[in-house]
């Protein structure tokens, strides 16, 4: 079962969507029938994957206005991997909003922790207790939203993060220890007549996740111990912190998993269409392997100034923003009204 609130929205527009009224119920023709159901089908699919769209546009405005406003952070990745964020929350992860320690929920781990901002965005639009003031606190002291994620502590409850990330790797050996855990989970408590645990294990990773020790280690681990539930999702942008990635590797990074025993997947990661199916197959397949899914992505998709660029320093970054944002400020106050998803849209 979905509980995303994502889904519900996409669940209302397809009920309203022209195609239902084609459907012929009383007709004795199938022929009829089934031309119109396929009608039905395909306004329905369009006007889903338009819901995903709009949401990774607005998850897009939310991390802009968010490190804008504290005029610190890392854009690229919540805007780069926008598409890929749509599909797990909006589509592929099953969780609930309302209890997010709930025991069967997928796990989603961040550990390109850095872009903090993507896991907050889509917290606050999935419906977790992540309210909105609380991202316009971004990486201010004691708000739920700091810099890199952090498990509950004193300091901060988020909801909807499973662990401290930050550590370049250190969330996708996170991610493998969540996938054995559930591993043994099933084998202890699951029943021929009772299925308790068959929970989906998410990490999202970057460039530098994979050059660290830490995630190969964890990564033939995995293989071995065939944990056909963990999906490591990588935002391949090409981009490091210190450079654009072909100056610091050459490897090729698909025949690496492929030799520790993974399934391999190399796809657009802005193709919602294609995301979706992709992360749909790697859940249904239970062969033994785990999954990795390359997502080609463009970093800081959306904002034309940071494509090709590596983000050596965050304030020319927010200054860019602060510039973009404030002719957005102007053209609301001009308008009268102003939808955000548009500008986005023009913008990608």
């Not at 069967?104 to 309210?131: C, E, Q, T, V």
């Not at 999906?231 to 030799?259: G, P, W």
């Not at 197959?281 to 100034?305: L, Q």
């Amino acid at each position: 079962m979905k509980f995303s609130n994502i889904a519900v929205v996409a669940a209302a527009m397809m009920a309203g969507v022209n195609g239902f009224a084609g459907v012929q119920v009383s007709s004795t023709r199938f022929a009829s029938r089934s031309l119109n159901t396929l009608k039905m089908s395909a306004a329905v699919e369009t006007d889903r994957m338009a819901a995903l769209a709009t949401a990774a546009n607005e998850a897009r405005g939310l991390a802009m206005d968010s490190i804008a406003a504290a005029k610190s952070g890392h854009m690229g990745l919540p805007l780069g991997a926008a598409e890929v964020g749509s599909v797990l929350y909006g589509s592929q992860m099953t969780y609930n909003p309302n209890d997010p320690q709930w025991i069967n929920r997928d796990r989603f781990i961040l550990s390109a922790g850095h872009g903090s901002m993507f896991i907050y965005s889509w917290l606050n639009l999935a419906g977790f207790d992540l309210p909105m003031k609380e991202l316009e606190n971004f990486r201010q002291h004691n708000s739920m939203t700091p810099g890199h994620p952090e498990f509950p502590n004193s300091e901060h409850n988020t909801p909807g993060v499973e662990c401290t990330t930050g550590p370049l790797g250190a969330g996708v050996s996170n991610a493998v220890g969540f996938a054995a855990s559930e591993k043994m989970a099933e084998a202890v408590y699951n029943t021929a007549d009772h299925k308790i645990f068959d929970h989906h294990i998410f990490a999202l990773a970057g460039d530098g996740c994979f050059q660290e020790g830490v995630s190969s280690e964890t990564a033939a681990f995995a293989a071995h111990e065939k944990l056909d539930n963990l999906i490591i999702l990588y935002d391949a942008n090409e981009v490091t912190l210190d450079k654009m990635a072909e100056y610091t590797q050459s490897e090729n990074i698909i025949q690496r998993y492929d030799a520790y025993g993974f399934e391999t997947f190399d796809i657009d990661g802005h193709d919602l269409d294609v995301v979706e199916k992709t992360i749909a197959a790697a859940k249904a397949s239970k062969n033994g392997k785990p999954k990795f899914i390359k997502c080609n992505t463009i970093i800081g998709k959306g904002m034309e100034e940071l494509r090709e660029r590596t983000l050596l320093t965050e304030r020319p970054v927010c200054r860019t923003l602060t510039r973009r944002r404030s002719v957005l400020v102007f053209q609301r106050e001009r308008n009268g009204t102003f939808l955000k998803e548009h500008a986005l849209s023009s913008m990608v």
